[in-house]
C-alpha cells in the first residue's frame, strides 16, 4: 500500500494550508497515472477538478486537512514553531488513522534533509521525500490535486465573502506575497478597517513589512 502526501497554499499570505493523503495499491495508481493525473501545477482547474473525483473513486483511502491562517499565526507567533514543524504535525495527523496500512510513504519535499527521518517511528515502511516529488510519483500528484482542488474552492468563497461585504475593495490576486494585486488588496483593506480578516496569515512578513510602513505613512514602499 503506497501513501503519497503532498500540499498546496504552504507561501501564500491569503487562506490556508492544505494537505492531501492518498493510499492506493500499484495498479490503481497506475490507472490514474493514464488517466492523467499529475502534478497539479501543470493541470487546468477544470482538469484537476474532475481528476479529483475520479482519485476519491479510485483509491483505498484519501483525506485532506486544512490548516487556517489563525493555526499558523499561532504555531509562528505563539508557539514560537517553524512551519516545518507545522507541516510535520499535519502530517503525522492525517496519516494516523492509516498508518498500519502504509508500506511506502512518498512525500513532496517540506523540509530539510532530516524531514523523512522525522516519520521513521510512525511508518515501518520505506519512507522517501524528494523535490518535486508530485511529478515523479503518482502518489503524490493525486495527493496534490486533491490538497489544490479543497483549497481552490475555500479561496474562491473568500473571493466571493470579500466581494459581498465590500464590492468597493479590489480583487484578492493570487494570494502570494509577491503578487502586486495581492499587495494593493492588503494595503487598502487595511487602510480602510485597520485590521486584516482572520483568512490573512498575519505572521507572513509580508504583513508585518505592510504595518511598518503604514505607521511611517510611506505607502508608496509597498
Known sequence: ?????????????????????????????KRLRKLGVDDSKKLSIRKRTMLSQIIMENVEYYDTLVINPLEIDNYVFNENLTLTTLMEHGLKKIIHPVKSKITFLQIDKMGGKDFADRFKDDIKGKIICEEKGDAKYTSIGAASILAKVVRDRIIENIKKDVKKSDPNLPGLGSGYPSDPETKKFLREYYMKYNQFSDYVRKSWSTISNLTDILSQSNLDDF
Open 1 to 29: 500500500m503506497i501513501a503519497g502526501i503532498d500540499e498546496a497554499g504552504r507561501g501564500p499570505v491569503i487562506g490556508p494550508m492544505v494537505i492531501g493523503l492518498v493510499l492506493a495499491k500499484n495498479d490503481q495508481l
